[in-house]
């Protein structure tokens, strides 16, 4: 729907639109980071909510497409991280920097008989799981798992070659 964000804090109901501060009333993902600001991703941008007031940033495909030479794949507690075309962002307080997904073997195989015009490394889906390990539900390529160091990328169990649009983690720790 496209009515914005409603809040229950134990005792009412509260809303948050675009009067609010919020860019746009129909929101697709909403994140918490390491300080407790609420991230929405919306179709107009993204809006950060501290508590008291949004701040609003261009949509993710907005942004510098290209990462700049010192931007190395790494992770913090406080990164936010946004789906991106054939990669993703990562937020760290207001910086958003571009980070495409690194080469697989598999992407010669798409390159052989792609099923889509958009890119197998096109990311749906992200999960930071509670040991700090990022997932990433990709367009055709199954999932790839980023521990920090290194890349592994799963396809087994008839993940790859369709779209991975969510990941979760469940009480146990199940991905």
């Given at each position: 729907n496209r009515e914005g964000a409603h809040r229950f804090d134990g005792k009412a109901w509260s809303q948050f639109t675009d009067r609010d501060g919020l860019p746009y009333n129909q929101i697709q993902k909403i994140q918490e980071d390491a300080s407790g600001n609420l991230w929405f991703t919306t179709g107009a941008g993204i809006g950060r909510y501290d508590g008291k007031a949004f701040t609003t940033f261009p949509k993710?495909?907005?942004?510098?497409?290209?990462?700049?030479?010192?931007?190395?794949?790494?992770?913090?507690?406080?990164?936010?991280?946004?789906?991106?075309?054939?990669?993703?962002?990562?937020?760290?307080?207001?910086?958003?920097?571009?980070?495409?997904?690194?080469?697989?073997d598999r992407n010669f195989n798409y390159a052989q008989s792609p099923t889509s015009a958009v890119s197998p490394f096109t990311v749906y889906s992200i999960l930071k799981d509670r040991a700090?390990?990022?997932?990433?539900?990709?367009?055709s390529l199954g999932v790839c798992r980023y521990d920090g160091h290194a890349f592994t990328w799963f396809a087994e169990q008839g993940l790859a070659g369709a779209a991975v649009l969510a990941i979760f983690e469940d009480y146990a720790g199940n991905i």
């Open positions: 993710p495909e907005d942004l510098e497409p290209q990462p700049p030479a010192d931007a190395p794949w790494k992770m913090a507690d406080e990164d936010v991280w946004f789906e991106a075309g054939g990669g993703v962002y990562r937020c760290n307080g207001n910086r958003f920097t571009y980070l495409p997904l690194p080469s697989t700090g390990n990022l997932w990433l539900g990709t367009q």
